[in-house]
């Protein structure tokens, strides 16, 4: 027997919004229009557009939200709200798992378990007492402006180096893991930025590790390395010293990933979005604002590792593309010697994120040195 499979994605766009602006997105999607959004939709709940309740469904929503993902090719269904379907046997009851409510691979795993994470958080950090405490925070660091110095100054991709202590592939990577001695060693050893891991059931991370490396004194930004789903997200990451976020196409649509831009720029952060294949390119491309991508190497469905991705994402009319919009691209995955980096430098990157190769040497600061062939602290 088969469950009913929804396939939710956070904010339905305004064609769509307008079309149900009588009804409580909120309860339908399982999203949190943040005022900001709700005003540029001309949303807010309890508005009358002279539309008749009774005849929206979830599964009108589901419909055209289906079409928007089969468009845009997002390969990360989100959670079915209501859960796998109850079946009962007599006094008893049991959940059937099927290909609509059982996770098809580990980022989706991650996602749903995000989902509901995140609405736990929520509950307990509100919208409005996090813009509140925005008013204390120092202002964003220049995340993008040190990438781009490192370049200049090295001639070599500036490093994103990553705070991490495991992975939902790898396991534990670092037992010894002291989140400030580590990004205290990579800033020494040359790196221009860090990336922090926040996600703390399938990478051991946290968000006390990101606000414990920015009150310790170090001076690179940081990617709070995060799976966003909501825009609640930014302003919470924001609120803990995060001056760049991570969002990925294959979980969000363009609509989505327009509107958080437009937040971080707002904030004074960066953001970092993630693509994996041609299509997420061309999306991304086509978006307004976007100054940041990343280029993942691994395979999201088998997590294979082949960092010729990166040089056939930025052949042709795609690099060019790119070099007119003076975007800077980021490789990801599968970065280990530095012929590695030469070949993804050679295709057109001028950033590296680089985590596993790092974290796992004793001292993570020499392994930078190791890694592109010679010393760029200075």
Same mark, same amino acid.
């Given at each position: 027997?088969?469950?009913?499979?929804?396939?939710?994605?956070?904010?339905p766009s305004f064609s769509i919004q307008r079309r149900l602006s009588a009804f409580n997105l909120h309860r339908l999607t399982r999203s949190?229009?943040?005022?900001?959004?709700?005003?540029?939709?001309?949303?807010?709940?309890?508005?009358?557009?002279?539309?008749?309740?009774?005849?929206?469904?979830?599964?009108?929503?589901?419909?055209?939200?289906?079409?928007?993902?089969?468009?845009?090719?997002?390969?990360?269904?989100?959670?079915?709200?209501?859960?796998?379907?109850?079946?009962?046997?007599?006094?008893?009851?049991f959940r059937l798992q099927n290909e609509g409510n059982t996770p098809r691979n580990i980022l989706e795993e991650i996602v749903w378990n995000?989902?509901?994470?995140?609405?736990?958080?929520?509950?307990?950090?509100?919208?409005?007492?996090?813009?509140?405490?925005?008013?204390?925070?120092?202002?964003?660091?220049?995340?993008?402006?040190?990438?781009?110095?490192? !370049?200049?100054? @090295?001639?070599?991709?500036?490093?994103?180096?990553?705070? +991490?202590?495991?992975?939902?592939? /790898? &396991?534990? =990577?670092?037992?010894?893991?002291?989140?400030?001695?580590?990004?205290?060693?990579?800033?020494?050893?040359?790196?221009?930025?860090?990336?922090?891991?926040?996600?703390?059931?399938?990478?051991?991370?946290?968000?006390?590790?990101?606000?414990?490396?920015?009150?310790?004194?170090?001076?690179?930004?940081?990617?709070?390395?995060?799976?966003?789903?909501?825009?609640?997200?930014?302003?919470?990451?924001?609120?803990?010293?995060?001056?760049?976020?991570?969002?990925?196409?294959?979980?969000?649509?363009?609509?989505?990933?327009?509107?958080?831009?437009?937040?971080?720029?707002?904030?004074?952060?960066?953001?970092?979005?993630?693509?994996?294949?041609?299509?997420?390119?061309?999306?991304?491309?086509?978006?307004?604002?976007?100054?940041?991508?990343?280029?993942?190497?691994? !395979?999201?469905? @088998?997590?294979?590792?082949?960092?010729?991705?990166?040089? +056939?994402?930025?052949?042709?009319? /795609? &690099?060019? =593309?790119?070099?007119?919009?003076?975007?800077?691209?980021?490789?990801?995955?599968?970065l280990f010697t530095p012929e590695d980096i030469a070949f993804v430098q050679e295709a057109g990157v001028k950033a590296v994120l680089v985590?596993?190769?790092?974290?796992?040497?004793?001292?993570?600061?020499?392994?930078?040195?190791?890694?592109?062939?010679?010393?760029?602290?200075?």
């Amino acid at each position: 027997m088969e469950g009913l499979c929804l396939t939710l994605q956070p904010f339905p766009s305004f064609s769509i919004q307008r079309r149900l602006s009588a009804f409580n997105l909120h309860r339908l999607t399982r999203s949190s229009f943040t005022p900001l959004r709700a005003q540029k939709s001309g949303i807010t709940e309890g508005s009358d557009s002279g539309l008749d309740d009774s005849k929206v469904t979830e599964q009108e929503v589901t419909m055209y939200q289906n079409e928007v993902v089969e468009s845009q090719g997002i390969k990360i269904r989100r959670r079915p709200p209501t859960g796998p379907p109850l079946h009962y046997v007599g006094p008893f009851e049991f959940r059937l798992q099927n290909e609509g409510n059982t996770p098809r691979n580990i980022l989706e795993e991650i996602v749903w378990n995000k989902d509901k994470e995140v609405a736990q958080m929520k509950e307990r950090k509100p919208l409005y007492s996090l813009k509140k405490a925005l008013e204390n925070v120092p202002p964003a660091r220049d995340f993008i402006g040190a990438l781009r110095d490192a !370049n200049q100054r @090295t001639g070599l991709p500036g490093l994103i180096a990553e705070v +991490k202590k495991a992975s939902p592939s /790898r &396991g534990i =990577l670092r037992e010894d893991f002291n989140p400030v001695e580590i990004a205290q060693a990579y800033e020494k050893g040359g790196a221009a930025c860090l990336s922090v891991l926040t996600d703390e059931k399938y990478f051991k991370g946290s968000f006390e590790n990101l606000q414990a490396i920015r009150e310790a004194g170090v001076k690179c930004p940081l990617l709070m390395k995060e799976f966003i789903v909501e825009a609640w997200q930014i302003y919470y990451g924001r609120s803990k010293g995060a001056d760049a976020i991570l969002l990925i196409a294959s979980v969000l649509p363009d609509l989505d990933i327009k509107y958080m831009i437009k937040i971080c720029k707002i904030l004074g952060m960066a953001t970092l979005v993630e693509v994996h294949d041609e299509r997420e390119m061309d999306r991304v491309l086509a978006i307004e604002g976007v100054e940041l991508i990343g280029i993942n190497n691994r !395979n999201l469905e @088998t997590f294979e590792v082949d960092i010729g991705n990166t040089k +056939k994402l930025l052949e042709g009319a /795609r &690099g060019e =593309l790119i070099r007119q919009k003076d975007i800077l691209v980021v490789g990801e995955s599968g970065l280990f010697t530095p012929e590695d980096i030469a070949f993804v430098q050679e295709a057109g990157v001028k950033a590296v994120l680089v985590g596993e190769s790092l974290i796992k040497q004793s001292d993570p600061g020499k392994a930078i040195s190791a890694l592109f062939g010679r010393d760029v602290s200075e």
